[in-house]
């Protein structure tokens, strides 16, 4: 402890170390997923008969972008070390209610837009609300919840239907110079949600809370504060997501299969991205691209020319890979006794 | 503290305990194990509620809800499992809590300055503030612990088992850095097994024996042995004798 040779990443030549450690493991995560997306992507690029048409791309983008806004929501609750299984249930309630109030003028849009928002704002808070004051665990408390907005959005849309402002949901479906405005939804959602979410003093929270949640609150993070925001952000994503989705289909529909196929998928999604399930480790951004690598996958096997009967089993084969290359890790660790930690 | 009381179930954690801490002082808490001195002390930061007795800061009563609220006026506290989050870097790890902020955000530049300033201050031999506390050894670890604790200035520092895991020469430094913080006016209590070290810096002991206050020395006045026979038989009567 005496004698230190070099101080705090003050002195010079650290910039390269400096860099390497703020390579983080999230930042490795981040880029196994673009790279496993890219690699997927150009393979169906190549693959698929004819040009690649803005169309082409504009289809894909919308597809994998429903996936990435729930994987997003997914990814808030388990960097504070918990699962959330209600936001596909979340997606589908947004989905019913934006399917009969976001119609009319635009006037009647926008307060539709800003309802539907609100809701799953209010879901994620309420959700976030029972696991801090109930300290109940919150896997079984989205659960429940989760069958309780499910319940909601059938009472709302017991038939499948609705309609939806037209313009709006072509406009958020084309794409402009073949860039696809959903992904320039993303890219606000990470711009104005996700980034300054995660440089907040809450959001820094989350990670402290999911990293060593005892230390947490011995060093005063405003832990419960911290995870009611967490699971309310993750409400909003999942709502976003159900607009898209009205977006897309035109209508509403208030299918289990949705729901549970979303929830799952975004538990995917976000593990691929790079993120632990036990919490402090990740990013939003990482588990975008590792919804897109679930939803290419699919794309995969229509060129490939391969039975879409077997795309589940694809995917599943995708998430073992991804996942064992998350581990691979374990392969560098020196201390063997880190790995029981 | 007066007349502090804390149960655990059937358990009797403190009875009646008092405590005196002024401005300046090093105290040494001692006791066996499970003789309540952690209790006690997590009462003081408010990371546990009391049962019945007064908190006084001061002159001031308090009624510190959790370790947020007693941090505020000054009061901190080095655990003994260092309560730092393994996966974050050293410098998030020292400003845990109250991340420096520039408006609604973490100011992250100021943040790993000032975090490489105090660890060159307090001669912290950590590579980097961006390097995960986890892959450091568990003195280096202490270290962050202990950066963070003296760098907000504080009028109190509850030490819990402080040289359990240092070297010899970590030891030394340590007790260097109280002496200093001494000198600051900054009281500090330190839970040790180690009575030579409590012997080195500190103006008093205090025992506790199955959650009872049995007696207190002058460090100046006393002896290792005398303390320890405290701690070994001390009693009941051994209290009001010692008063």
Redesign the interface.
Known sequence: ??????????GAG?GR??FE??LS?AQRGILVAIAIFAVMFMAYAWKQPGPLTANIVNTASNKGALLALVAMAQTLPVLVGGLDLSVGAIFVLANCLASTVVVGNPVSTTFGILAVLLVGLLCGTINGAIIVYGRLQPLIVTLAMGAVYFGISLALRPQPGGSVNFELADFMTNSTLAVPHSAILLLLVVLFIWI?YR???LG??A??IG??E?????????IERAKILAFALSGLLAAIGGLLLTAITYSGAAKLSIANDYTLNSIGAVVIGGTSLFG??GSAIGSIFGAFVMRTVGDLLIVFDINPVLQPLFVGIVLLVAVCMGSLRVLRIKNKL?LY? | MRRINKTFGAVQALIDVDFKLQPGEILGLVGDNSAGKSTLMKILTG?YQRDSGDVLVAGKGTDFR???ES?EVGIE?I?QD?????????G?NIF????P?RG???D?KKM?SD???V??RL??????????V?SLSG??QQ?VAIA?AISFEPKVIILDEPTAN??V??TE?LLETMLELKKHNVAQVIISHRLQDIFAVGDRVMVLKRGRHVGERDVSQSTQEEVLRLIVQGDAEEKTQAK
Request: one cysteine or more; proline letters at 4%.
């Open positions: 402890m005496n004698a230190p040779t070099e101080t705090a990443g003050s650290t170390r400096r450690m703020r493991v300054p440089r907040s003093v820094r929270a990670y402290a990293s060593a005892q230390a947490a609150y011995m060093s005063g993070v405003p402090g480790v880190d930690r | 990371a959790s370790p947020h941090r506290m655990y260092f309560a730092l989050c393994g996966n974050m870097d050293v998030q845990l809590g109250r991340w902020r609604l955000f973490v992250r790993y975090a490489g300033e660890l060159q001669k912290v031999d950590v590579n980097s503030v961006y390097q995960k986890e003195g280096r270290s963070r240092l070297s020469m970590a430094r």
